[in-house]
């Protein structure tokens, strides 16, 4: 191990020390986080369009700005690195799905055709046990391959149908940017419940999973969204295409243009064109290949805060991570996060540093402070922050000063974001490294 650290007990014992007690600077440099103009924070994205508007002024938290968003398809909110992007997507796919509806070729074909479909798969929710005894024996062979997934699943749906995250509560919550502390239970759409409750045999069973992810990769969102208006949106257009005989091809032939975003990547190929029991076979081989214990990457397949591609954008990370001392010892922070915004977060992180490792300097060790600080083979302190405009808080000022005890060399920190005048001034003034994450290149993984 290299010795960048007094000790890793000596380094744990003074972050805790240190986190108990009062904030190291002057109550007068500390700044309330701003209100800030859309146009400051918005990149790369019209802030109008005919299907969406970006409400102005946007609130900022210290760490992210909080966008609210209104569309003809509902009110949606965004916080967390990547998310606004995220939910302008899905804004536009509700738009191109909604076109599709109204079409009368779609009409046509749709009309009474999925009732028995949907109703089955409601009942697997309520039974699922009684339900996958009744599969026919003819997909013996699907059950084998996903046996496993199935399995976990049906012991646990008690979870899924509370809303009960897997070892996460008040108390454990992580504190990491991008969402409260406080464990917020995410709405579940009826196939995003399916999956988590049951492993994928009953949707594959039922026939409509393939065209579903197809329909997604065309429209450049995930197939698991957590935006349950998308999902509950993509299932109906789905199951009425796929029982009334239209295929992926003809639904999006029915869209005006402009509306389909269809983008290739590594990530969304393997995310979309894989089957769900697949999918979660691969998550699992990476992550025990890597060394993290059956019980964690049980609990993580089973975490509502992690879309299945979300947790496929995590084990390829920590795959490319492969070698780097501590890189196990992040689970527990992977597990205790309580919002979308703060999975995303430790995602963006973790794709980060991988870029770092491939492409700047090696990575010898990763460490849990707060975030993840990895420690380079040169022994650099390295911290990357996906962020949206961040603010000189008693919070930031913790977190340095930690860093600053614990570690024996200058810190340098990557940021996706800005970073406020006094912010820039007080780590400058304690010798910090700032650099751009521009600087990394494009994430290796990024998430819809």
Known sequence: MIRVLKSRRSFFATSAVLLSLPTLGLSSDFETPPTLSAAETVKDQPLTTEVYYIEDPVPTDGFMALYSITSPHGAFTASGPGILNTRLNEIRALAALQAMQEDDRFVDAAED????????????????KETL??????VGRFFKRTGRTIKTGVQKLGDVREGRLPGVNETTASNLPGGSATVVTPNKSLTESTLNASGDAAVNVLGFDKQRRRLAKELNVDPYTTNTILAAKLDDVTWAAFAGGLGVNVMTSLVPGGFILSTSSRLSDW??????????????RKLLEIGVGQSNIDRFLRHSFYTMSMQAVLAASLEDLNGV?????????????????QARFLLQTLDMFRNYHKDIEPLAAFYVQGTVIGVSTTEQPVVMAPIDYMSWTPVLDRFVSNVETAF????????????STRTNEVLSEREWILRDASLLGAL?????
């Not at 005894?133 to 003819?138: A, L, T």
């Not at 995310?271 to 699992?284: C, K, N, Q, Y």
């Open 113 to 128: 055709t999925a009732k028995d479909t949907v109703s089955n798969l409601r009942r697997l929710i309520e039974k699922p």
């Open 133 to 138: 005894e009744g599969v026919p024996e003819g």
């Open 271 to 284: 995310v979309s064109d894989t089957a769900p029991g697949d999918l979660r076979v691969e998550i699992e």
């Open 325 to 341: 001392e501590g890189q196990t010892d992040l689970m527990p922070l992977v597990l205790s996060v309580g919002s979308e915004g």
């Open 408 to 419: 024996k060399n200058t810190p340098i920190l990557y940021n996706t974001g800005m970073l």
């Open 444 to 448: 290796a993984y990024p998430v819809q």
